[in-house]
């Protein structure tokens, strides 16, 4: 009972640290530049990402754009067709990396890892919370 209850501790921890790190996230000062970059080369490449249990596709945007002499893999991009070879497009410059938006650039910073591993720390804990409480409940009718 004692890892069900420390469970449900670090639970509670990382929900609060999660509704406590969405605010300064979404109303961060970005540091970023905004700039002109030439489209290199765009595809859209489907992977086959494979599981014990199933197997799903998942389409991803590879995109490489040119700025400044420097070619730049495009972070969050969510499409191919916007980024035609040869033109010319809007992105967003931050820590020598090259963002499509700037919700890329915010959940790039460091509030935006550090919300997105609160959050993933909440759901994991939450499930294990539940697991470890539903296996203690059992031993315990079973003992009783």
């Known amino acids: ?7 449900g501790v670090l639970t509670v921890l990382c929900i609060v640290a999660t509704v406590l790190l969405r ?3 979404g109303n961060a000062d970005l540091e ?6 030439t489209v290199i080369s765009s595809e859209a490449v489907e992977r086959t990402v494979r599981t014990r249990y199933s197997t799903s596709r998942q389409t991803v945007y590879e995109v490489v754009v040119r700025y400044d002499g ?11 067709y916007s980024y035609q070879e040869g033109k010319t497009v809007k992105v967003y410059l931050a820590g020598g990396k090259m963002y499509a938006n700037e919700e890329g650039v915010r959940s790039g910073s460091l509030l935006g890892k550090a919300y997105s591993v ?3 720390g909440s759901l994991v804990m939450f499930f294990v919370t539940i697991i470890l409480w539903s296996k203690a409940a059992q031993e315990k009718r079973q003992a009783g």
């Open 1 to 7: 009972m004692k890892k069900v209850i420390v469970c």
């Open 23 to 25: 605010g300064p996230m």
């Open 32 to 37: 970023y530049t905004e700039v002109e970059a």
């Open 70 to 80: 420097e070619n730049y893999d495009l972070i969050n991009a969510h499409n191919a």
């Open 118 to 120: 609160a959050l993933i």
